[in-house]
C-alpha cells in the first residue's frame, strides 16, 4: 500500500479513537451517575473495545492491550452491581489516561515509539491490577467474565476476536495487486467470516455484499478497503454487546456490490439504532463515517433514489 493511502487509514483510526475517548472520559468523570444505566456502561464497553479492535487491525499493540484493560474493567460493570467510590472512577481515569497519552504519542510527527509504548504499559499495569483487585473486592470476587489460562477475561462471545484475526489477514491482502487470485483469496476470507456467524442474518447480509464488492474487478482496493473493513469491524462490535442484528450493509457497500437494498434483502430502516432519526444529527453521523470520495457515492445513490420516487 502506498504511503498516501496507508496515511488515511491511519487518519480513520485516529479520528475514531478520539470520538471513543471523549466517550470514555465524559462517562468516567460521571460514573457514579451512569453505572446504574446499563446503555451508558454499554457504550464505554463499546469504546473501548472498537479502540482495541481497531488498534489490534493496525498492529497497535500497546494501544490494544490497555484499551482490552479497560473494555474487561467495563465488563465487571455491566455484569455485577457495583456501587462507584472516588477510589474506582480515581483507577479508572488512571488507566484512560495511559490509553489517551499511548494515542496522543500515535498522532505525533515521529508516530508511538516502542520504547515510549513499553514504558506507558509496564506503569500502567499496577495500576490496571489495582482497579481489578477493587472490582473484585467490591463485587465479592465476582469478576467480569470468563478467564482464560493466564487468567484474562475472555470475551463472550468469540465471533468479534475471530473476526479481528480474519480482517487483519484481509487487510495484508487488500495492500497487494488487486489481481483475480488475490480477490480469490479476500472471497475465502469471506466465507470464513460468513461460516462464524451462520445464524445470524444481517451478518449473513454484509458479508455476502462484501464478497460481492470485492469480486467485481471494477472496485479498486483503494476504494473497497475502508468500507469493508469498518463495516465488518463495526458489525462485530454490535454482537460482542449481544446485538447481532443492528448493522445490514450501508448504501455505499450495496452500490460497490452492484446491489439494490431490495436485492441484499435487508432493511435500512434498522439502522436507526445507529443514526439518528433527524436529518441533520443523520447527516452529521455519515460525514463522521464516510470519507470525501465514500460521501460523493452515497449522495449519487440518494438523489437517484429520490428521482425515482421511492
Known amino acids: 500500500m502506498d504511503p498516501e493511502r496507508q496515511q488515511q487509514i491511519m487518519g480513520y483510526f485516529i479520528e475514531e479513537a478520539k470520538e471513543h475517548l471523549d466517550t470514555l472520559e465524559t462517562g468516567l468523570l460521571d460514573l457514579q451517575s451512569i453505572v446504574s444505566d446499563q446503555e451508558r456502561v454499554n457504550e464505554l464497553f463499546r469504546a473501548a473495545h472498537s479502540v482495541k479492535g481497531g488498534a489490534a487491525m493496525l498492529g497497535f499493540g500497546s494501544i490494544q492491550k490497555t484499551a482490552h484493560r479497560l473494555e ?6 455491566k455484569e455485577q452491581p457495583v456501587t462507584v467510590d472516588e477510589k474506582l472512577e480515581t483507577l479508572f481515569l488512571k488507566g484512560f489516561d495511559t490509553l489517551k497519552d499511548l494515542l496522543e504519542k500515535l498522532q505525533g510527527p515521529y508516530g508511538i515509539r516502542d ?5 506507558l504499559v509496564s506503569e500502567s499495569e499496577p495500576v ?5 483487585d477493587y472490582l473484585d473486592s467490591l463485587t465479592g470476587g465476582g469478576g467480569g467474565g470468563e478467564t482464560g489460562a493466564k487468567g484474562e477475561a475472555q470475551p463472550s462471545k468469540d465471533l468479534p476476536r475471530e473476526t479481528i484475526a480474519t480482517l487483519q489477514q484481509m487487510l495484508k491482502l487488500f495492500k497487494q495487486q488487486a489481481d483475480a487470485e488475490n480477490r480469490k483469496r479476500l ?4 466465507n470464513h ?4 456467524g451462520s445464524e445470524m442474518e444481517n451478518w449473513q447480509n454484509l458479508v455476502n455484499t462484501a464478497s460481492k464488492a470485492i469480486a467485481n474487478p471494477k472496485n479498486s482496493y483503494e476504494t473497497l478497503a475502508p468500507v469493508v473493513i469498518k ?6 462490535d454490535f454482537v460482542a454487546v449481544g446485538k447481532p442484528d443492528t448493522t445490514p450493509p450501508s448504501p455505499v457497500l450495496l452500490e460497490l456490490a452492484g446491489m439494490p437494498a431490495t436485492e441484499a434483502g435487508v432493511n435500512l430502516g434498522a439502522n436507526e439504532f445507529i443514526l439518528e432519526s433527524d ?3 443523520a447527516a452529521k453521523k455519515l460525514i463522521e463515517m464516510f470519507d470525501k470520495k465514500q460521501l460523493t457515492q452515497l449522495t449519487k445513490i440518494l438523489v437517484k433514489e429520490v428521482k425515482s420516487g421511492k
Request: net charge negative; proline share 3%; hydrophobic share 40%.
Open 231 to 236: 463495516e465488518l469491524k463495526y458489525a462485530s
Open 187 to 190: 472471497g475465502v476470507l469471506c
Open 115 to 119: 520504547e515510549d509504548a513499553d514504558r
Open 72 to 77: 474487561d474493567s467495563f465488563k465487571v460493570l
Open 128 to 132: 490496571f491490577k489495582e482497579l481489578q
Open 279 to 281: 436529518p441533520k444529527a
Open 193 to 196: 467470516l460468513a461460516e462464524m
